[in-house]
């Protein structure tokens, strides 16, 4: 199963942080992501297939991606055909998908850059998604300090400008005119676009990280920072959207096709930058918040010996979905919804619990001291739902991520009233 990484991962729409995944009905859409993937459907960008690795980073294409790509192709084509009228039809083509790949790879690049100063501040890079809008690049956790942040966000725009300088030095070595000159100045000009477009100061572009990183430095306040970056971001996703309407609704300016697409994106941006400031609620809410202050004192247990068809009855008479599993008195294991969820319907009278459970050695564990956003990121990072808390041998308790969000939600309601 895909990893899902935690809180914030950088993701550039052409760059940066948001959260990709379907709203839930009962929890706020921002808190949809932190749910436990068993139940997750439709997760918009989790199911693009993989096409590769390159640094050992797996390399999504979404399927979204496909419809951006012969859009991409065809506005090519048609704009060689009426800029070099006396190539031929196979040369436009060519032109077109040329410059479409080309560009993805420049996309491709751009990410790379932000995994690779990740990786190096040992962040792990979960993977890099190419989908409608551009990439996304998902990292495991957010940087550490401020320099970490500005150095991995401004590395995108720094190889987006590299690239530009690239194609315009490979542009200016071939005959104007040709296919290659056409297609390498107009790749330079996107990747001088892409990189600007970036440097715009608002999340989720590059330019509102290093604007966080930057007043992150200055104040000291992680918080301040990034509710300047996404205030910076919400105004910039809003003026896209009033642009593109107006373009859409005139014909004037962007043009009615342009003034939708814009208008797509500063509402893509919009939802990811009020992302940005969920999180920093999140880390609010938690803060100061330890396993043992909200875990269940409860300890649901089964025996090892029975069947997998006897402990699904006892979830269903339950409703529990977590198990301690026992033999001799003693914690063998941990059996739950997930587990069983494993096993096909027909072997669920010859398979038992031992078999299904995970086995003690196996199993992540907390202890009540551990800070509950830490270890949120830790079952997000390990995909793990429950966890049983533990003091020395003995389980004390247990912990989902369930609970957890349950308590983020509710602290954040109280907050809100308070703030009335
Ligand atoms: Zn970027």
């Given at each position: 199963?895909?990893?899902h ?35 997750k ?140 000159a ?15 477009f ?52 005139t ?29 920093v ?22 025996p ?76 997000q ?40």
């Amino acid at each position: 199963m895909e990893k899902h990484a935690v809180a914030a991962r950088t993701q550039c729409q052409y760059g940066n942080v948001y959260n990709d995944d379907e709203c839930d009905r009962k929890l706020p859409g921002w808190l949809a992501a932190f749910r436990p993937p068993e139940r997750k459907r439709g997760n918009m960008l989790g199911t693009g297939f993989r096409i590769g690795r390159i640094f050992g980073i797996p390399i999504h294409l979404h399927g979204s991606w496909f419809l951006l790509f012969a859009l991409i192709t065809f506005s090519w084509v048609s704009y060689f055909t009426s800029e070099h009228p006396h190539w031929g039809v196979e040369q436009h083509w060519a032109a077109g998908i040329l410059s479409s790949l080309l560009f993805f790879g420049s996309v491709l690049f751009h990410e790379l850059a932000h995994s690779v100063v990740a990786q190096r501040y040992k962040i792990p890079v979960v993977s890099i998604t190419l989908f409608v809008f551009g990439g996304v690049a998902r990292i495991g956790r957010e940087a550490r300090t401020a320099g970490q942040e500005f150095n991995i966000a401004v590395a995108g725009p720094v190889s987006s400008y590299f690239l530009a300088g690239c194609f315009f030095l490979v542009a200016t070595a071939f005959a104007e005119g040709g296919i290659f000159a056409a297609v390498a100045s107009w790749l330079a000009v996107i990747n001088f676009a892409l990189a600007t477009f970036n440097l715009i100061p608002g999340f989720p572009l590059d330019g509102g990280r290093i604007l966080r990183a930057i007043v992150w430095r200055l104040t000291g306040d992680y918080t301040r920072a990034t509710k300047m970056a996404s205030v910076g971001g919400q105004l910039i996703a809003y003026l896209m959207i009033l642009a593109g309407i107006y373009s859409a609704l005139t014909d004037e300016f962007l043009g009615r096709f342009g003034g939708i697409w814009w208008a797509f994106i500063g509402w893509f941006l919009l939802s990811a930058a009020q992302e940005s400031f969920a999180q920093v609620a999140i880390r609010n809410s938690l803060r100061g918040v330890r396993a043992g202050d909200i875990m269940s004192a409860e300890l649901p247990t089964v025996p090892r010996n029975i069947t997998v068809a006897d402990y699904v009855d006892e979830i269903v008479r339950t409703g529990r979905r977590c198990h301690l599993v026992q033999g001799d008195g003693q914690l063998v294991g941990l059996i739950s919804v997930h587990a069983v969820s494993g096993i096909p319907r027909e072997e669920w009278t010859t398979t038992s619990v031992q078999a299904a459970m995970i086995p003690r050695a196996h199993v992540h564990v907390t202890s009540p001291e551990e800070p509950v956003l830490k270890l949120l990121e830790r079952m997000q990072g390990e995909d793990i739902n429950q966890m049983p808390v533990v003091t020395g041998d003995r389980v004390v308790g247990l912990i989902s991520r369930d609970s957890i969000l349950r308590v983020i939600q509710t602290r954040m309601e109280m907050g809100r009233m308070e703030g009335q």
